[in-house]
């Protein structure tokens, strides 16, 4: 600092006759500081700060301001004398360095405003899915004439992304006061997103089950809706406008009813179209035949092809099963289980023997099954079936099946046709329902089974092992309430059920009292994780009839639709009501009821944080044909 000081006033200037001697070495090695120093000098020289003389008087007129000219200085040109101006170079750097921020500047307010450009662009031009913000909604669809049947499917039909709700039921009366006579059936189409109907088309008689596929696999593919009546009647509709494609001519069948819903097969004809199998009764309710259909135009494949089987108890099917190696075959059966190849049907409905590609196709350890007798017919299982249904196999293509018997449950390889294991319980008349609940990532079994008067029991059975690893016992006064599941992301899944209301946990977990009148019916939520906790998430008067769960894929929320009767009062038709609930709203609105007291005890807050993380996917249960 010293040395600067000293070049500085050795260079030309007033030298002030106060300053005397300048010696640096001598004032480097002065007891005053360098700060003082600077002071005294501006201030014996009568330096300007801020244009002014420290004491704020004027400066002298013979000082360097007032010989640079008469005019009033600018401040950049005001200098303390004996000093000198600021070098050129220091000047263009300045210059130099205000430029080049004010080009950053400007760089970055320019990109900001095209970020904002592309952003309200994108935000006008690209629409945003819909969002299920009718979470829960209800639907009443006026008196049902009459029917036992409750046909029920969920699919997007509209293309907004959410699953809507196809339903068929007969209106009260069919006559008017008109005298125009009302149709015998109608089939509805509900929004996913509110409830309201998308269309409606008449049918000639009732509905015995409605399906929704892609029959026509690849970009062309749409929905179509395939309706099976109780009689004769077999329509595909189109799902978007709701009118009918194609109806099967009845005088194919004119020896005949159709004993069950119609069946998907792969592509027999050719025609890039999946096709259709009915199984329809003959003179003889032993006497069935086959009947191949079109897809694409609702035509029979060929001749009907009879069969006589031998058999006591309910219809069995028919299901196709197609097996890890590609062969296709149609089960069915009366009270027990047979099996027939796609091929040999279709051999005797064209009377010839070329098959296309698909169907040359045989699987060794089905065909050593065959019998005797029945050379065309294969032996699968015959004691006492009262329901029969297919499962995905774990690490396979292919499916088990699961049957349920007068006398318990058997699984039953679909590879080999042999048994996994057997589980005997009594009555059970409802259909399993399938979901993971344990953590071997095999296919567990949901159960519901009358357990006295007004009583019934829910039990969870292993899939593995085919051992009962929960069970519960309710009240509930329904004759037969439908369970279903939901699967996870976590690979578990989330058990429904229909029950009175529970009272307060019992120390004995087999007896259970209700609260509430028996016709309040609840619908509970098991989950895995907490099973010795039910969620209670809605609540329904009357029967519920059906029920069905559907994914929502963007949000990964999965919701409930129900379909229930009544109550009906004296002289009145019971109304439809049709209602739909989000699984993850309701999973948080939901009441808390412990079964039994653990230790540590789980709390609400715990729950509400692990049931918000929940995601559902959809239901990897089923392997499809």
């Given at each position: 600092m010293a040395t600067v000081l000293s070049r500085a006033l050795k260079l030309p200037?007033?030298?002030?006759?106060?300053?005397?001697?300048?010696?640096?070495?001598?004032?480097?090695?002065s007891d005053e500081s360098e700060d003082d120093l600077v002071l005294n000098l501006q201030q014996k020289n009568g330096g300007v700060k801020n244009g002014k003389s420290p004491l704020g008087e004027a400066p002298e007129p013979d000082s360097d301001a007032e010989v640079a000219g008469a005019g009033k200085p600018r401040l950049s040109e005001v200098t303390p004398e004996g000093y000198?101006?600021?070098?050129?170079?220091?000047?263009?750097?300045?210059?130099?360095?205000?430029?080049?921020?004010?080009?950053r500047t400007s760089v970055f307010l320019l990109m900001l405003v095209v970020s904002m450009v592309l952003v309200l662009v994108c935000a006008f031009l690209i629409p945003c899915p819909p969002r299920d913000l009718h979470s829960t909604w209800s639907r009443h669809l006026g008196p049902q004439g009459g029917g036992d049947l409750s046909p029920l499917d969920l699919a997007d039909v509209n293309g907004d992304g959410l699953r809507d709700v196809l339903l068929s039921f007969v209106p009260s009366g069919n006559g008017s006061a008109s005298?125009?006579?009302?149709?015998?059936?109608?089939?509805?189409?509900?929004?996913g997103m509110n409830g309201s109907?998308?269309?409606?088309?008449?049918?000639?008689?009732?509905?015995?089950?409605?399906?929704?596929?892609?029959?026509?696999?690849?970009?062309?593919?749409?929905t179509v809706c395939l309706v099976t009546g109780t009689h004769k009647m077999l329509s595909a509709f189109n799902g978007t406008s709701g009118k009918a494609m194609w109806t099967l001519n009845p005088n194919y069948l004119s020896n005949g009813t159709l004993a069950a819903p119609a069946v998907v097969l792969p592509d027999v004809d050719e025609d890039g179209v999946r096709d259709l199998a009915v199984l329809a009764f003959g003179d003889l309710q032993q006497d069935l035949c086959f009947l191949l259909v079109s897809g694409r135009t609702g035509s029979p494949v060929g001749r009907p092809v009879k069969y006589n089987i031998v058999g006591v108890g309910n219809l069995i099917g028919p299901q196709v099963y197609i097996t890890a190696s590609g062969?296709?075959?149609?089960?069915?059966?009366?009270?027990?289980?047979?099996?027939?190849?796609?091929?040999?049907?279709?051999?005797?409905?064209?009377?010839?023997?070329?098959?296309?590609?698909?169907?040359?196709?045989?699987?060794?350890?089905?065909?050593?099954?065959?019998?005797?007798?029945?050379?065309?017919?294969?032996?699968?299982?015959?004691?006492?079936?009262?329901?029969?249904?297919?499962?995905?196999?774990?690490?396979?293509?292919?499916?088990?099946?699961?049957?349920?018997?007068?006398?318990?449950?058997?699984?039953?390889?679909?590879?080999?046709?042999?048994?996994?294991?057997?589980?005997?319980?009594?009555?059970?008349?409802?259909?399993?329902?399938?979901?993971?609940?344990?953590?071997?990532?095999?296919?567990?079994?949901?159960l519901q089974i009358p357990n006295g008067v007004g009583m019934k029991k829910v039990m969870v059975v292993d899939g593995d092992s085919g051992l009962v690893t929960w069970s519960y016992s309710i009240p509930c006064h329904m004759k037969e309430t439908p369970a279903t599941s939901a699967a996870t992301v976590e690979q578990k899944s989330v058990?429904?059920?229909?029950?009175?209301?529970?009272?307060?946990?019992?120390?004995?977990?087999?007896?259970?009292?209700?609260?509430?009148?028996?016709?309040?019916?609840?619908?509970?939520?098991?989950?895995?994780?907490?099973?010795?906790?039910?969620?209670?998430?809605?609540?329904?008067?009357?029967?519920?009839t059906a029920s069905e769960v559907g994914i929502n894929d963007l949000w990964k929320d999965a919701f409930y639709v129900t379909r229930t009767t009544g109550p009906s009062s004296e002289g009145h038709p019971a109304p439809l009501v049709v209602s739909k609930l989000s699984l993850r709203w309701a999973l948080m609105e939901g009441q808390m009821v412990q079964l039994e007291e653990t230790t540590p005890k789980i709390g609400r807050g715990e729950l509400r944080r692990f049931l918000s993380r929940i995601k559902f996917v959809d239901s990897p249960y089923q392997a499809t044909p």
């Open positions: 200037g007033k030298k002030s006759p106060d300053l005397g001697e300048y010696d640096p070495l001598t004032q480097a090695d000198p101006l600021e070098p050129l170079g220091a000047l263009e750097q300045k210059a130099a360095s205000s430029i080049v921020s004010y080009v005298g125009v006579s009302r149709p015998p059936a109608v089939l509805v189409c509900l929004s109907t998308l269309w409606s088309s008449p049918l000639p008689e009732e509905a015995r089950d409605i399906t929704c596929l892609d029959l026509t696999p690849g970009d062309m593919a749409k062969a296709t075959y149609i089960l069915f059966g009366f009270g027990n289980i047979q099996a027939v190849a796609l091929r040999d049907i279709f051999i005797q409905a064209q009377n010839r023997d070329n098959l296309p590609p698909s169907l040359q196709i045989e699987e060794p350890e089905w065909e050593k099954q065959r019998s005797v007798n029945l050379s065309e017919l294969i032996d699968v299982y015959s004691d006492g079936v009262e329901l029969l249904q297919m499962v995905k196999a774990p690490d396979s293509n292919s499916s088990n099946l699961l049957i349920t018997t007068r006398q318990g449950l058997v699984l039953l390889r679909g590879q080999n046709l042999t048994p996994s294991w057997v589980l005997g319980l009594q009555g059970p008349h409802s259909q399993p329902t399938p979901g993971y609940f344990t953590d071997d990532e095999t296919i567990d079994f949901l058990f429904l059920f229909w029950a009175e209301g529970l009272s307060a946990a019992s120390p004995n977990p087999d007896v259970v009292l209700g609260t509430g009148p028996p016709s309040l019916h609840h619908l509970y939520l098991l989950h895995p994780t907490f099973p010795s906790i039910l969620l209670d998430l809605a609540n329904a008067t009357g029967t519920v």
